[in-house]
């Protein structure tokens, strides 16, 4: 029943790891995001995806790479992971550009 | 450039007071959308109200109301009579239009409504 959905929800993982990130959407939406929630509760956009295109690709380092294999389904893997990139990670979906976003749970990333 | 600022870092209220929550945007643009997220410390974003910059009306849904004013740059969310369960970080967004949706977050405002 959940609309937005992330596996996982808690990510604790060494340096220079890779890992990834699902995400899903069940509302039949176009367009779908990735963020990044620092530990002061900022939000940042990295990618946005339409219609399985990348539509936004924010300055985020090339480590990061997301993956759409179709409309419902937006992947975030990340490679050689850092300390700086523990943070949360929110997978959103929105009917299309400009319209409201949904949120998935997050994903809580911590690089040790 | 684009710009949301929400002054008020932390407010703490007692349950059934009044709380305004301050929201102040920039932009150049004639056409965008402003919107308010409300994350509470289970940590979810939860969407609260999308508003688009035409449209200048108030908004009230249940205890929440919103005064959204073009003139001073403004999209200030009120909630009337809080409750504990409404402690929580909200969040005042912007997004210009046709521009892939991007939201541009402000630094969010923690509410603490103690019993």
């Known amino acids: 029943d959940t609309a937005v959905s992330q596996t996982p929800k808690y990510l604790v993982t060494q340096m220079g790891n890779d890992k990834s990130i699902k995400c899903e959407q069940n509302?039949?939406?176009?367009?779908m995001y990735w963020y990044k929630q620092d530990s002061k509760k900022f939000l940042k956009i990295m990618f946005s995806?339409?219609?399985?295109?990348?539509?936004i690709n924010e300055t985020v380092p090339n480590r990061f790479s997301p993956k759409s294999p179709d409309k419902a389904h937006l992947n975030l893997h990340i490679n050689s992971l850092e300390l700086g990139d523990s943070a949360v990670y929110f997978c959103?979906?929105?009917?299309?550009?400009?319209?409201?976003?949904?949120f998935g749970p997050g994903t809580r990333l911590t690089v040790t | 450039a684009q710009k949301v600022t929400q002054a008020q870092t932390e407010i703490s209220v007692v349950e059934k007071e009044d709380v305004t929550l301050d929201c102040v945007y920039e932009?150049?643009?004639?056409?965008?959308?402003l919107f308010w997220y409300k994350q509470p410390p289970s940590g979810e974003l939860v969407f609260l109200i999308r508003?688009?910059?035409?449209?200048?009306q108030n908004e009230i849904s249940g205890r929440y109301s919103w005064n959204f004013q073009k003139s001073t740059s403004s999209f200030n969310f009120t909630i009337t009579a809080s409750q504990v369960v409404d402690s929580a970080v909200y969040f005042c967004?912007?997004?210009?239009?046709?521009?892939?949706?991007?939201?541009?977050f402000g630094q969010g405002t923690e509410l603490s409504v103690k019993p």
């Open positions: 509302l039949g939406h176009d367009t």
């Open positions: 967004a912007l997004s210009r239009y046709n521009q892939g949706g991007k939201l541009i």
């Open positions: 995806y339409n219609n399985k295109e990348l539509i």
């Open positions: 959103a979906s929105s009917q299309d550009r400009d319209y409201e976003q949904y």
């Open positions: 932009t150049r643009d004639t056409t965008y959308y």
């Open positions: 508003r688009n910059s035409f449209d200048e």
